[in-house]
């Protein structure tokens, strides 16, 4: 672990390691940081470890933790030998935290060529398997002149692709004046900067896709078709004890209605496997929805109870089980999976290149490049066959 961030969880953890980095940058002694994760218990222990394994790398330096596991229980963390502190997540941000110099507004960093820009944090939501809310707070969203002035920096530093990120990135605007929605955003980000070439959207709540939303995803080649929904569950009943806001005939519909407007657009989509008092029925339905709704990109979760969080209180399906069903899961989306780059083979796309020697179409379809082609270029490849799971 030679990184001074270490970063679990989510793409809005990533966009905010970047900026700690800057900050820790003007620190007199040598400062390492956890940006942890509590969206499972696995994530706790996960941040747990990452500690651990930080420490022993870096045994000089000073080792802060943040995110929202040290949020929710700073306590456990502070008393780990190896943290010389806790930084919560409302003061992550904030130079004065880091006791170092502050610095001026983050630029787009070379270590990514996409750039991940915050546009919210919090969540008004009360899902019963999550504890996010806790960590982050209400939802608290960043004025439209806020999002340009980061967009104009990361471009100036050369991002070919922004991706906009969040705790609940469609619940954007609701706290602003006028309630503005994030279709409102988006456009407002195309109108200020022509020569962005490709916008990504993460997670979606479905049920809070705005008109304008839905029509600039479907309709504006600068916004990719990539749609990763929050769609967590296949069961009517389960969705209804994780309260969630959709129904299982509405996520397949948003979904038909989607590819019927821009045929090219790949779903992706959060599931959970083994929620409390999930029988057969609702596994199978987890299972078919994958088909269902064409999931191609899926983030398969095996529940585990996250104490503080009602579903831990509910009827609690055997953890041999849960893992049975997620790897189901997970073999019903790798099917889909393949079927859908295997499609894909013979027909051109415009990959942005990554670091790794490999890169993403618009669809987030993921290629391997020939040899030499330089990371944040977009080229045209056309590949002929699919090896370890990458397109070429």
Not at 39 to 60: C, F, M, Y
Not at 164 to 178: E, F
Request: aromatic content about 4%; overall charge neutral.
């Amino acid at each position: 672990m030679n990184d001074s961030v270490v970063t679990l969880g989510c793409r809005l953890n990533l966009a905010e390691s970047e900026t700690i980095r800057g900050l820790i940058a003007g620190a007199e002694q040598r400062t390492v940081v956890v940006n942890s994760c509590a969206v499972t218990a696995e994530a706790v222990r996960q941040s747990r470890r990452a500690v651990r394994r930080l420490r022993t790398a870096n045994p000089d330096a000073r080792l802060l933790v943040t995110g929202c596991a040290a949020t929710i229980d700073p306590d456990a963390f502070a008393a780990m030998p190896e943290v010389d502190g806790v930084v919560a997540n409302p003061a992550k941000l904030d130079a004065a935290a880091w006791q170092t110099r502050p610095s001026p507004a983050p630029a787009a960093t070379p270590r990514h060529t996409r750039a991940f820009v915050p546009v919210q944090t919090g969540c008004d939501h009360a899902c019963t398997f999550c504890i996010i809310p806790q960590g982050r707070g209400a939802s608290v969203s960043q004025p439209i002149a806020n999002v340009l002035r980061v967009i104009e920096g990361h471009l100036e530093a050369g991002a070919r692709e922004v991706v906009l990120t969040g705790v609940d990135v469609t619940g954007w605007g609701a706290d602003l004046p006028q309630g503005p929605r994030l279709g409102d955003l988006v456009a407002a980000i195309l109108r200020a900067f022509p020569a962005l070439a490709r916008l990504r959207l993460s997670s979606l709540d479905g049920v809070e896709i705005d008109n304008l939303l839905f029509e600039l995803i479907t309709g504006e080649a600068r916004v990719m078709p990539h749609v990763h929904l929050s769609l967590q569950a296949g069961h009517d009943l389960t969705l209804k004890r994780m309260k969630r806001r959709h129904t299982r005939a509405e996520a397949v519909a948003l979904s038909e209605r989607l590819r019927d407007a821009r045929a090219d657009i790949a779903i992706g989509a959060d599931l959970i496997a083994g929620f409390p008092t999930e029988d057969a029925a609702m596994h199978a339905a987890n299972v078919a929805i994958v088909e269902d709704c064409g999931i191609v990109h899926g983030h398969v979760f095996p529940y585990s109870p996250r104490p503080g969080t009602p579903a831990a209180r509910m009827p609690q399906v055997p953890p041999p089980v849960v893992r049975e069903r997620a790897a189901e899961v997970r073999a019903a989306v790798a099917a889909t999976r393949a079927r859908w780059l295997d499609r894909l083979t013979g027909r051109p796309r415009e990959v942005l290149a990554e670091r790794d020697g490999t890169g993403h179409s618009p669809e987030f379809a993921p290629y391997r490049l020939p040899e030499g082609t330089a990371p944040g270029t977009i080229v045209t490849l056309t590949p002929n066959r699919i090896r370890e799971g990458l397109l070429e």
